[in-house]
């Protein structure tokens, strides 16, 4: 329930938008600025996309995979909500130039999924634990419309749009296990379809070139954020007709491929409603990041995330806070910004969370309890936890088989083992339940409440 609510919240907002653009092109052009607002909500998730992808581009090489070599730490700050529980192997895609294909061994001892996410933040395929059963293959990965032979026994992929991003997790038993994952790197290959065909290359796609600002910081481009988004649009317009669609309505507004509003547009109602559609659409996404809306004992669940269909308030929240997030089938991520009674967290006081007995997350690879600051980036703490969960050695159970897990900045004197430390300051909670049993993809499962000591 707790999802169905947040997921029906969000549409609303939506159809207020698209009503609002309804009135708008029936000639009522006070309804520009609301217009606006909803095409910067429909485009933000694209720009935080090619923005993550420029920032990667310029620290690694495009269209290779790149393994994270040590757990992510405080310092980790590339993408929002980063995991104590995996180490990642990432690649910024670009298909401009030919296919590429995923060559994976047999991987039956350990969780893993590559996710491919596409621009606009769909997921579109995996290959790993859950969707390919953990067996060797090779996937080619195709852009839009493309024609072609496959080698023999490899399957295809196609992507809705020439760029993605492939990001692969696997799961760690602390730092201890990380050299055993890093031992697959030799095995697993990501290379041009040619390579494996035996014909000429392709020639390389045009350099990405720089990033106008972080993904975090996307508002801040004011008017300008519709020129950046004209210039993704141009590589990687939507491929689904209902987007396409869309996009259509905001022609009126100087907005789609190629276009650059903030020149090209030279009526000053229009500039000033663009830049009111920056400054509102930004302040809805916010809004809908932090409302309490569609929370149960300050828990906040959503089963949608990496399928969003029209829902473009909640591709935009998800870009926002938690981008790059897999499907529920995949993991399900479970937000508390807040505790049972409704007050934010902070450090100025003590929590406990209490799991009954037989009441532990429900999954088949594996469960964690993550604390971020305000910004969903790790602070650092004296020793170096950020997260609790299924594999974390030493958790002491309750006789009765509970658990309880302590969030607090000093240490809880006789529960240090169960301890999670957290900043003097705001913090927030993400629970993540990696391949969810049926009883939590349906929402049966009961989120345990975090309680303030009294």
């Not at 999802?3 to 207020?16: K, Q």
């Not at 994976?104 to 933040?121: L, S």
């Not at 392709?202 to 990405?208: C, D, G, N, R, Y």
């Not at 006789?399 to 529960?415: A, E, F, M, V």
């Amino acid at each position: 329930m707790q999802s169905r609510g947040r997921a029906a919240t969000i549409r609303s907002a939506f159809h207020w938008a698209l009503v609002a653009l309804a009135l708008y092109a029936c000639g009522d052009t006070s309804r520009a600025p609301q217009t606006a607002a909803e095409a910067y909500i429909w485009g933000y998730p694209l720009v935080v996309t090619i923005r993550t992808l420029q920032t990667f581009a310029r620290l690694i090489p495009l269209n290779q995979l790149t393994w994270q070599t040590a757990l992510s730490g405080p310092d980790s700050r590339l993408v929002v909500a980063p995991n104590r529980d995996t180490l990642y192997a990432v690649a910024p895609m670009d298909l401009r130039g030919e296919p590429y294909a995923l060559t994976v061994p047999e991987i039956g001892d350990r969780y893993y999924a590559f996710e491919m996410i596409g621009a606009y933040t769909d997921v579109f395929a995996y290959v790993g634990t859950r969707a390919t059963g953990g067996r060797a293959g090779t996937w080619v990965i195709t852009p839009p419309g493309w024609s072609g032979t496959l080698p023999a026994g490899a399957a295809r992929l196609e992507s809705p749009t020439p760029q993605f991003f492939l990001l692969g997790r696997f799961l760690v038993d602390g730092d201890a296990d990380v050299a055993n994952v890093l031992a697959l790197r030799g095995q697993v290959r990501l290379e041009p379809l040619s390579s494996l065909t035996g014909t000429a290359p392709a020639p390389e796609p045009p350099p990405l070139g720089a990033p106008a600002g972080t993904p975090q910081d996307i508002a801040s481009a004011g008017i300008h954020f519709f020129d950046e988004l004209g210039d993704d649009l141009a590589i990687d317009p939507p491929s689904d007709p209902a987007q396409q669609a869309i996009l259509g309505r905001y022609v009126s507004l100087g907005v789609g491929p190629g276009r650059h509003p903030s020149v090209e547009q030279t009526d000053p109602a229009v500039q000033a409603a663009l830049a009111a559609g920056v400054a509102d659409g930004d302040r809805m996404i916010a809004q809908a990041s932090d409302s309490p809306n569609g929370e149960v004992d300050g828990w906040r669940v959503n089963l949608h995330l990496g399928r969003y269909g029209d829902d473009a308030l909640l591709r935009a929240v998800t870009a926002r806070v938690g981008w790059g997030a897999n499907v529920a089938e995949e993991a399900i991520y479970a937000l508390s910004q807040r505790d049972a009674d409704g007050r934010a967290y902070t450090g100025t006081r003590r929590y406990a969370l209490h799991f009954p007995p037989g009441g532990l997350p429900p999954v088949d690879a594996f469960w964690s309890l993550t604390l971020y600051g305000p910004d969903r980036f790790f602070v650092a703490n004296s020793i170096g936890r950020y997260a609790i969960g299924d594999r974390t050695p030493g958790l002491t159970m309750n006789p009765d088989g509970s658990l309880d897990i302590y969030l607090q900045h000093d240490p809880p004197t006789g529960h240090e083992s169960n301890w999670l430390p957290a900043p003097e300051g705001a913090f927030l909670l993400i629970l993540r339940l990696y391949l969810p049993r049926p009883e939590v993809i349906d929402g049966r499962y009961a989120y345990p409440p975090v309680r303030a000591a009294s």
